[in-house]
């Protein structure tokens, strides 16, 4: 299994471009999530996913998108990039129903830089 | 609002000395979690602990948990330089369906010979 992956693993990005940062896990998790993490801040989460075809906002969800067209993928879009939005992008998983006990799996990471 | 305060945020150890790491939250929760990023790497799940007294160890690495005073320990045992990292708590702010974590800080721990 690859766990979770993430493409791309770096990127610039200028004032007001676009973009989709690509989250895929192998694992039938039915739970995905996109954190960004910032020196000092710690992990904050961006948005998630309980499942194929739903998203929720998390504590810092201005300025991304979502979506989870397919249970294995979860996308992130930046429609208009600012400098703010530089930082280091994580995406992770986790739950199965069968169970009790689990805990999230993180992917390699994405590092953005917004000029 | 749920808040995870780790503490110390910076921590120097020496080789062979015993330090304990602190996460605290402000909101009833049974599920914590500690985790573990190198240096530009992603995070290593290092322990779950679901429940009040929960007890875990593997190796140099002690966590427990106390629901009631909302707290969590992270203890060191005679560190050695391969536990040098960012450790970092999180707390389940979903009561209970594991599906949303908050983060602290993270602790960054450098073991010097």
């Known amino acids: 299994n690859a766990g979770v992956t993430q493409t791309p693993k770096f990127r610039v990005l200028k004032t007001g471009q676009s973009m989709t940062l690509l989250c895929a896990q192998d694992m039938n998790h039915e739970y995905m999530y996109w954190y960004r993490q910032d020196p000092g801040m710690g992990l904050r989460l961006i948005h998630y996913?309980?499942?194929?075809?739903?998203?929720a906002k998390g504590e810092v969800p201005d300025g991304y998108n979502v979506s989870r067209l397919k249970k294995q993928n979860f996308l992130l879009g930046l429609e208009s990039a600012a400098p703010s939005q530089t930082s280091v992008y994580f995406c992770?998983?986790?739950?199965?129903?069968?169970?009790?006990?689990?805990?999230?799996?993180f992917g390699p990471g994405t590092r953005l830089t917004v000029l | 609002e749920l808040k995870v305060e780790q503490n110390p945020l910076f921590l120097s150890m020496q080789e062979g000395k015993n330090y304990t790491i602190y996460c605290n939250y402000s909101t009833t929760s049974d599920r914590l979690y500690w985790y573990r990023q190198d240096p530009g790497k992603s995070l290593e799940s290092l322990f779950v602990l679901l429940s009040n007294g929960a007890v875990k160890q593997e190796g140099r690495l002690m966590a427990s948990l106390d629901t009631k005073a909302r707290l969590s320990t992270l203890h060191i045992t005679a560190a050695v330089h391969d536990l040098s990292a960012t450790y970092f708590c999180?707390?389940?702010?979903?009561?209970?369906?594991?599906?949303?974590?908050?983060f602290g800080k993270g602790t960054l721990l450098t073991v010097n010979p």
């Open positions: 999180a707390v389940d702010s979903s009561g209970g369906s594991n599906y949303k974590l908050t």
């Open positions: 992770a998983s986790s739950y199965v129903p069968e169970l009790e006990v689990d805990t999230q799996y």
């Open positions: 996913s309980v499942g194929e075809g739903t998203t």
